[in-house]
T-cell receptor, first 112, second 114 residues
Framework: SAVISQKPSRDICQRGTSLTIQCQVD?????MFWYRQQPGQSLTLIAT?????????ESGFVIDKFPISRPNLTFSTLTVSNMSPEDSSIYLC?????????FGSGTRLTVV | DAKTTQPPSMDCAEGRAANLPCNHS???????VYWYRQIHSQGPQYIIH???NNETNEMASLIITEDRKSSTLILPHATLRDTAVYYC???????????????FGKGTKLSVIP
């Protein structure tokens, strides 16, 4: 299965600032997915990123708040913009592969 | 994607088999049953998947009922490291030509007791 490197693993940020999370895959993949996991909750899909086109966002998530880049078939970034304490969550990227879906180890974000 | 129902929590004695049930009564004919687990503070980990036949790999066994409306994940000899949240997800299978997103429910929190 694919191997994903996600950075940073954790960060503490001031409200009103932005954080960009990187996701690097060791193989070329068509789709990359970004999830959010709020404290004590399950995973919620934020958006799907296809190389060469704009990301597709799920209900409740907008591009201005969570801009995504997908410059090539092995890399994607998610930015959490104008952060508030409610954005404190674990953010995970995922890719589809023949064995199912592989997930990064996540970025634990705390907004103070 | 079909909706799944799992018990919120289960306990299992270390060394015993852990049997985690999942109901998916609205599953459609071309949807697969996938199981993932999430150990605290890590990303979800793929365990196993199946369509209608029982499946076994080095991690677990998957038993799917004949009507496909429910399934059971079996960890044959649970260890403390198997303590995690286990998610049962029904979705179309990877084809390489498109994407079929995973919809996570609340899962079952399995606690393996020494």
């Amino acid at each position: 299965s694919a191997v994903i490197s996600q950075k940073p693993s954790r960060d503490i940020c001031q409200r009103g600032t932005s954080l960009t999370i990187q996701c690097q895959v060791d193989s070329q993949v068509t789709m990359m997915f970004w999830y959010r996991q709020q404290p004590g909750q399950s995973l919620t899909l934020i958006a799907t990123a296809n190389q060469g086109s704009e990301a597709t966002y799920e209900s409740g998530f907008v591009i201005d708040k969570f801009p995504i880049s997908r410059p090539n078939l092995t890399f994607s970034t998610l930015t959490v913009s104008n952060m508030s304490p409610e954005d404190s969550s674990i953010y995970l990227c995922s890719v589809e592969d023949p064995y199912g879906y592989t997930f990064g180890s996540g970025t634990r974000l705390t907004v103070v | 994607d079909a909706k799944t129902t799992q018990p919120p929590s289960m306990d299992c004695a270390e060394g015993r088999a852990a049997n985690l049930p999942c109901n998916h009564s609205t599953i459609s004919g071309n949807e697969y049953v996938y199981w993932y687990r999430q150990i605290h503070s890590q990303g979800p980990q793929y365990i196993i998947h199946g369509l209608k036949n029982n499946e076994t790999n080095e991690m677990a066994s998957l038993i799917i009922t004949e009507d496909r409306k429910s399934s059971t994940l079996i960890l044959p000899h649970a260890t403390l490291r198997d303590t995690a949240v286990y998610y049962c997800i029904v979705t179309l299978k990877y084809s390489g030509a498109g994407s079929y997103q995973l919809t996570f429910g609340k899962g079952t929190k399995l606690s393996v007791i020494p």
